[in-house]
C-alpha cells in the first residue's frame, strides 16, 4: 500500500515526498536533486493543499506549526459600519485580500476584528519602529490576556501574537514562515519591494489582510499584491467618512504668484532643461521619463547642466517668497489651532523654522527630540510644527484642525496621508488642508497629478475672514485544512 505523501517546511519553502497520483500538484512543484523531493514556494500551502484535497489525496501536513489562539477582547467596542463591511468582505473572499481606508478611519481595529474571526497566530508588519509600538499598545489594550510579542528594534520575540518591521520580518522570513495562519500588513503598498515581498512568499499563512490608505506604487508592483495577499476586497474614501467617521473637511488651493526675478530666473532654467529633453527625445510626466532623464543627464556636461537646472526650477517654485507670505496670513487666520505645516524638502521646513520660529521635525531629528515635540503640540504648548516627508507615514501625530502643504510630490498617497493627519472627528470640527502652489510652474502639473481638487484661487483675489475659516473650495475557525469561506 503506497504511503500517503507528506508535505514539510523548509526555509521558505515546501517539500512533497513521495509524489501523490494525479498531476494538479505539478503546476506549483518543481524539482530538486539536491534533497531528492519536490519543492514548492510556501505561498501557494493553501492552494495546494485544496488541490489535493479536492483530488481526494490525504496529505500528512507537518510544514504548519500555526496554533489556535483565545481571543478575548478587554472591551467590545461598536465597529462603525464601514468596518463591518470590510471585514464581510475579507472573509467572504476567503480571508484573503486588501482593504483600502483612509488615514483615521480605524484599519487597527478592522485587523483586530479580523483576528478575533480567525483566531489563529498573527503575524503583524509594519513599516516603522513607531507603528510597532503603537500596534503592540494597542493589541496589549485590545487583548491582555494573549501574549504578544516584538521583532525589530532589538527585541527578537516569539509569540503567538507578534508585530514586526517589514525589515526584521523579511530577515527572519524563512524562520517565521510557517509560524503565522494569519498575516496582517499595515501600509501594505511596502510589501511588494524586492528585500519585503519574502515575508509573503515563504509564508503558508492562508489567511492573509493588506491594510491601506493607498495601494498604488509608482513603480506598477501595487499589481503584485494581488498574488502576494489577496485581491483588494474593499474600499472607501475620506469624503464618504466625512462628517460621520471623520471630520468634516475642506480642500482650498490657492496659487501665488513668482516674483519678477523668481520668473525670469525659472523661466532660463526651465527652457535650458526643455532644451536638452527635447534634443533627447524625453518626456518628463512619468517615472520611465524621470529615469531616462536621470540617465542621460549623467552622460554628458549639457545634461548635468539641465539636471541641475531643473533642480534649480523646483527650488524656486517649491521656495518662492510668496509662499512665506500666505504662510504668514494663514497663521494668523488660524491663531491657536493645531496646524501642520508640511513642505517636500528640508531645506524650507528650516527655512520656515526659523523666519517663524516654528519647531521643525525632519529626518534628522533625533528620536527623543521628535517625541517631545509631537508631545507638546499634544498638549499644546506648540500649536504649530513645520515637517517635511517624516510625518506622511508610521508616526503617531496628535490630532490637528489644520494642514499648510507648501510642496510636495506628485504621489496621491503623500497628498492623502497628509489630509488625514487633520481628518480624527471633533465635535463641531472643520479640518482644512491649503495647497499652495506656484503659479505656472510645473508645480501645477505635479498638483493635479496627485488628486482631483477643486481648481487653485489665486491669492490675490482671497479675502481673508477675520473669525471664521476660509469657507472655500469642495470637500474633498478550526483546525481543519479548508480555507473556503464556507468553511
Excluded at 470640527?429 to 499652495?436: F, G, N, T
Amino acid at each position: 500500500m503506497a504511503r500517503s505523501p507528506t508535505l514539510s517546511f523548509d526555509r521558505g519553502t515546501l517539500l512533497l515526498h513521495p509524489p501523490p497520483a494525479g498531476t494538479a500538484w505539478i503546476d506549483y512543484a518543481v524539482w530538486d536533486d539536491r534533497v531528492g523531493r519536490f519543492r514548492i514556494p510556501a505561498m501557494y500551502y493553501r492552494r495546494l493543499v485544496e488541490t489535493l484535497k479536492a483530488a481526494g489525496t490525504t496529505v500528512v501536513d507537518s510544514a504548519r506549526e500555526f496554533s489556535p489562539l483565545t481571543l478575548v477582547p478587554a472591551l467590545e467596542m461598536t465597529p462603525y459600519p464601514h468596518q463591518l463591511e470590510a471585514l464581510a468582505a475579507w472573509v467572504a473572499a476567503g480571508r484573503q485580500g486588501v482593504v483600502v481606508l483612509p488615514t483615521g478611519a480605524g484599519k487597527t481595529y478592522v485587523a483586530q476584528l479580523a483576528m478575533q474571526a480567525t483566531r489563529r497566530s498573527t503575524l503583524i508588519v509594519v513599516p516603522t519602529l513607531d507603528l510597532m509600538h503603537q500596534w503592540y499598545a494597542h493589541l496589549l489594550a485590545a487583548f491582555p490576556d494573549t501574549t504578544v510579542g516584538l521583532l525589530g528594534g532589538g527585541s527578537h520575540d516569539r509569540t503567538p501574537v507578534l508585530v514586526a518591521t517589514y525589515d526584521s520580518a523579511a530577515i527572519y522570513a524563512e524562520i517565521l514562515g510557517n509560524q503565522y495562519a494569519l498575516l496582517v500588513f499595515d501600509e501594505c503598498h511596502h510589501l511588494p519591494s524586492e528585500f519585503t515581498r519574502v515575508i509573503a512568499e515563504y509564508s503558508l499563512a492562508p489567511y492573509r489582510l493588506g491594510l491601506t490608505a493607498t495601494p498604488e506604487r509608482n513603480d506598477g508592483k501595487h499589481a503584485d499584491l494581488h498574488e502576494l495577499i489577496g485581491p483588494e476586497v474593499y474600499r472607501t474614501t475620506a469624503t464618504a467618512l466625512s462628517g460621520t467617521v471623520l471630520a468634516k473637511h475642506r480642500i482650498v488651493p490657492l496659487t501665488v504668484k513668482l516674483s519678477q526675478r523668481e520668473r525670469q530666473r525659472y523661466d532660463l532654467l526651465i527652457e535650458t532643461r526643455n532644451r536638452f529633453l527635447q534634443q533627447q527625445g524625453i518626456r518628463l510626466g512619468s517615472l520611465a521619463g524621470w529615469q531616462a532623464f536621470v540617465k542621460a543627464s549623467a552622460r554628458s556636461r549639457p545634461g548635468r547642466s539641465a539636471m541641475l537646472a531643473h533642480r534649480e526650477a523646483r527650488a524656486i517654485a517649491f521656495g518662492t517668497a510668496g509662499k512665506l507670505r500666505v504662510l504668514g496670513d494663514l497663521l494668523a487666520q488660524h491663531v491657536g489651532a493645531r496646524t501642520l505645516v508640511f513642505t517636500d524638502d528640508n531645506a524650507m521646513v528650516y527655512r520656515v523654522s526659523r523666519e517663524f520660529l516654528l519647531p521643525a521635525i525632519t529626518h534628522k531629528t533625533p528620536v527623543k527630540e521628535r517625541h517631545d515635540i509631537l508631545q507638546r503640540f499634544r498638549t499644546g504648548d506648540y500649536p504649530v510644527i513645520v515637517a517635511s516627508r517624516v510625518l506622511n507615514e508610521g508616526v503617531d501625530v496628535p490630532e490637528a484642525s489644520v494642514a499648510i502643504v507648501l510642496s510636495g510630490t506628485g504621489s496621491p498617497r503623500e497628498y492623502i496621508q497628509r489630509l488625514g493627519r487633520i481628518l480624527r472627528r471633533g465635535e463641531g470640527k472643520l479640518a482644512l488642508l491649503y495647497e499652495v502652489i506656484a503659479e505656472a510652474t510645473s508645480e501645477e502639473q505635479t498638483s493635479r497629478r496627485r488628486r482631483l481638487a477643486p481648481e487653485p484661487v489665486p491669492y490675490e483675489q482671497l479675502a481673508l475672514p477675520t473669525s471664521a475659516p476660509l469657507p472655500l473650495a469642495a470637500e474633498g475557525g478550526d483546525e481543519s485544512t479548508c480555507y473556503r469561506p464556507s468553511c
